[in-house]
């Protein structure tokens, strides 16, 4: 799993975030926004904790960063739900798109 504490360096980690963020904490981000901002809409309360949505803000600051640097546009690398997507509409069920789409680590 993500590790929200280790800081974000390569854009295999961008990628690996994007993942995390859109499977594993079921949120329709963007790159632009504060995290601290969302919500559970059936709870009409915050979807993270301060702490959380603070250290969650950190890793995408250093998700435009990383991307900066390499030249990479954070839109398309964080672009989790289109692929996702595509393959539900290839016929792929749930399980067999997430694991098309979803970038773990860039270690090993």
């Known amino acids: 799993m993500f590790d ?5 360096t390569t854009l295999a980690e961008v990628k690996a975030f994007a993942s995390y963020l859109f499977f594993d904490l ?3 981000f ?13 709870k009409d309360a915050p979807a993270f904790s301060k702490i959380q949505a603070e250290r969650l803000n950190q890793r995408m600051e250093e998700c435009h960063h990383v991307c900066n640097k390499e030249g990479a546009d954070i839109y ?4 989790v739900a289109t692929p996702y997507l595509e393959a539900l509409a290839s016929g792929m069920d749930e399980k067999q798109a997430k694991n098309a789409v979803y970038f773990a680590s860039d270690s090993v």
């Open 4 to 8: 929200e504490l280790k800081p974000i």
């Open 26 to 28: 079921s949120t329709a």
């Open 30 to 42: 963007h790159p632009d926004d504060d995290l601290a901002e969302y919500v559970h809409v059936s």
């Open 76 to 79: 398309d690398v964080m672009n």
